[in-house]
């Protein structure tokens, strides 16, 4: 089974500009969890999706915002960007919506740059 | 919210075991204990999860004392591809998991 997928693997943009990161979760996990991990820090919290729902959302600005589709692939958007929100930003995955039992299964990040 | 502190970096030689411990005073009653392991710039890998007492599998140990006021992770024989951020995350999932939260992590440097 191929694992979680997200795309692109690098971006550059420049500040104000808005920003579409996209995750295809493995097959059958039902839950989409999004993280931004800034160089030298744990990952951050942002988002998690369960059956196209927001379930949970972390201390971000409201220009992060995402969704999840049918097929449970999922877009996490940023606009008006800003030099702090230079960072990698991270998918996973998982069957169900609860970290605490459930393992959590990570992309390999999207690397975005605002210049 | 319970909260974790880990020690900032640890070195090791290679064939060593590595016990990476992980204080968590305000762990709540249906908390669990979960350990990742990150490689640089790539997504954090689950290691182990337990509850309480100790939890084995083909990585790692974990073990955790009857108060679960912290929690140790054990590496058998580190290889220089140990070499690593490890994070440990506590909390109950099933109401928020905004509560399951990464901390800064150990960063384990295996030497040869």
């Known amino acids: 089974d191929a694992g979680v997928t997200q795309s692109p693997t690098h971006l550059i943009k420049t500040r104000g500009q808005q920003v579409t990161l996209r995750c295809s979760p493995i097959s059958g996990h039902k839950s989409v969890s999004w993280y931004q991990q800034v160089l030298g820090q744990g990952p951050q919290f942002i988002f998690q999706?369960?059956?196209?729902?927001?379930?949970g959302r972390g201390n971000f600005p409201d220009r992060f915002s995402a969704r999840q589709f049918p097929n449970y692939s999922s877009e996490l958007n940023v606009n008006a960007l800003l030099l702090g929100d230079s960072a990698l930003y991270l998918c996973?995955?998982?069957?169900?919506?609860?970290?605490?039992?459930?393992?959590?299964?990570f992309g390999p990040g999207t690397r975005l740059t605002v210049l | 919210l319970a909260k974790t502190t880990q020690p900032i970096s640890m070195d090791s030689y290679e064939g060593q075991e590595v016990n990476i411990t992980c204080s968590h005073n305000n762990i709540a009653t249906n908390d669990y204990i979960t350990w990742y392991q990150q490689f640089p710039s790539q997504g954090p890998r689950f290691i182990i999860q337990g509850y309480k007492t100790k939890v084995t599998n083909e990585v790692a140990s974990l073990f955790i004392p009857a108060d679960r006021k912290s929690s140790t992770l054990s590496l058998p024989r580190v290889s220089l591809s140990d070499t690593a951020v490890y994070y440990c995350l506590v909390g109950d999932g099933r109401y928020n998991n905004n509560d399951m939260r990464f901390g800064a992590g150990t960063r384990l440097t295996v030497k040869p």
């Open positions: 996973a995955s998982s069957l169900t919506w609860d970290f605490s039992t459930d393992t959590q299964y």
């Open positions: 999706y369960y059956e196209k729902e927001e379930r």
